[in-house]
């Protein structure tokens, strides 16, 4: 180990389901409209909300919830959507006389389950709709398979379980989710927490993958106030006293509604929007980091999706004290669309959607033209722009993960006369099918990759820093050597003949949390670097990863 070193984590997410606008991603993972529609109106119900007009110790904790979450306990984060949904049954059904806001909570309630069996087809032909089965008859019980030990699965045990079976497959399939072929068989979620889904008779092959989009699910449903302390609680984790200790995290808002909005078809009657709007979403953000001085910085978002109404939020967001913003080409933007030049995609059929994203113009141009006022703005007004940077990740549609490629920051930065952009490429380029397994691409393949072309742009531009958050595969035994191996050639390797800057006083610690499969893992993933940098050859250049980079970026 290299002592004890302190770290900033430039990569978190704080935000709740009350941030997203989840109709239309969930959608975008299932392609069930009814279905998504009630799968976001349970998780924004759900939702706690921290009240911050009242001291952070008067928060109702949510340790239980936060201690499943870390534990990868299935049943248990079962548990946290079928009790709430159960009391709310049990509850009216036992009130005489329903007030006005009771008729209208289960009217909603009853909505939302019918529209998942509309989609899934639970209710067999002839049957009374799911929800009047469930809250005008007597066939729910007090107690929940998922909870209590010895129970009979009930009809609404049952129900919740297949719509999140299915749910789960729907997922499965998008690029958004498969970071799980990195973890080992049997690690996906804790051995024998599985109970109440066998039960139900969910076929144990099949829990791994409702797991997943149950986590992602439930995580969000956790307050800001217990978001943060889930975080730095993940770190601590079976934790060391010669952990390293954090001094700092770098909370990151998303702005993706208008983009996941053009997944509408002209049958649908609309998306259901986030419940704040993005300006509440940075103030709120903002009232936590005053809660935590000199440990949480936010940054917001910007998006050309909003049209010329971009610098508006962003102007809103300085007046609040943001001076950094994330921006996600894979929502269907590139930084410069630029003829002649075609992002390299690896083989294979199932990357044909990337091959032909990266071969056509970009899909908006309206949207796109914005990208120059926003890189110009951000350079001229001194603000730090945070990019998604590996070819997948939260694709509105497959394969717009190309659009993130870092061969087109270099080139958007010269034709707007923005070199001094202060930059951040999050992932690094990533170690994804889409580019040779970019950091962990053999020697063949890895110029070709995000990764290289990443480190050739942190090299070339003064202002240009990178984050190696969310590469699980330093997780994988067999991803792990090749992506250190390659790490370490190029922090103890001479720089490129001509740049100006060398990689290791430009990469920064970071995690993603809390996307898939990095609760929990956390501190594993900490550790695996600071094992990493106990090496001779690369400990004297520790600190700056882990701490002295980012102050640098930040401007701190």
Known sequence: MTGKNTFIDMHTHLFTAR??????????????????????????????????????????DQDDLINALLDHDVDRLMRAIALPVRKKIREYQSTPNPSHQDWKDIEELIRALNDIDRDINYSRAGDLPIGVQLVGGD?????????????????????LAEAFRVAG????????????????????????????????????????????????????????????????RDFKKDGQASDPEASLFVGILLDMRRAFDKLKEFWMPGFLPPYFDFTE?????????????????????????????????????VELGI?????????????IDMRGYQTPVASGRSLDKYKEKAQNPAPYP??????????????????????????MGFEVEKGYGVYSDPELWKHAMETHNARNLWLFLA??????????????????????????????????????????????GILDTKLKPKIFQRLKSVIVGSSTPGAAHHFRDKVCFGTDWAMPLMVGRTREYLIEFDTFFSDPQISPFAHDFFEGNARKFLGI
């Open 366 to 391: 309206m949207v796109q033209a914005k990208m120059g006022d926003i890189i110009r703005h951000f350079s001229s007004h001194n603000l730090r722009l945070f990019a998604h940077c590996n070819p």
């Open 427 to 472: 992932h690094g380029g990533g170690a994804k099918e889409v580019d040779w397994m970019g950091w962990a691409a053999d020697n063949t393949h890895f110029k070709q990759t995000f990764a290289y072309r990443a480190i050739r742009l942190v090299e070339d531009f003064d202002n240009v820093y990178l984050g190696l958050g969310h590469i699980l």
């Open 19 to 60: 941030y997203l606008p989840l109709h239309s991603i969930f959608y975008s993972f299932t392609s069930l409209y009814l279905f998504s529609l009630a799968l976001a109106f349970l998780a924004v119900r759900l939702t706690r909300m921290s009240d911050f007009s009242r001291p952070a110790t008067e928060e109702p």
């Open 281 to 317: 979403q940075m103030e709120r953000m903002q009232l936590l980091a005053a809660e935590n001085p000199n440990e949480l910085i936010n940054f917001g978002a910007v998006d050309p999706f909003r049209g010329g109404n971009w610098k508006q939020i962003v102007d809103t967001g």
């Open 169 to 232: 497959h729907k997922a499965a399939e998008s690029d958004f989710f498969h970071e799980a072929a990195h973890l080992p068989s049997g690690e996906v979620y804790k051995p024998g927490s599985d109970a109440g889904f066998r039960a139900v008779d969910i076929p144990i092959g099949q829990i791994g993958i409702i797991f997943q989009f149950l986590e992602f699910f439930v995580i969000m449903t956790l307050s800001e106030r217990n978001r943060f302390k889930a975080l730095k």
């Open 323 to 335: 001076t950094g913003y994330k921006i996600y080409p894979p929502l269907g933007i590139r930084p």
């Open 139 to 159: 066939r729910i019980s007090e107690r929940s398979v998922f909870a209590d030990s010895g129970t009979d699965a009930d009809l609404l045990d049952r129900f």
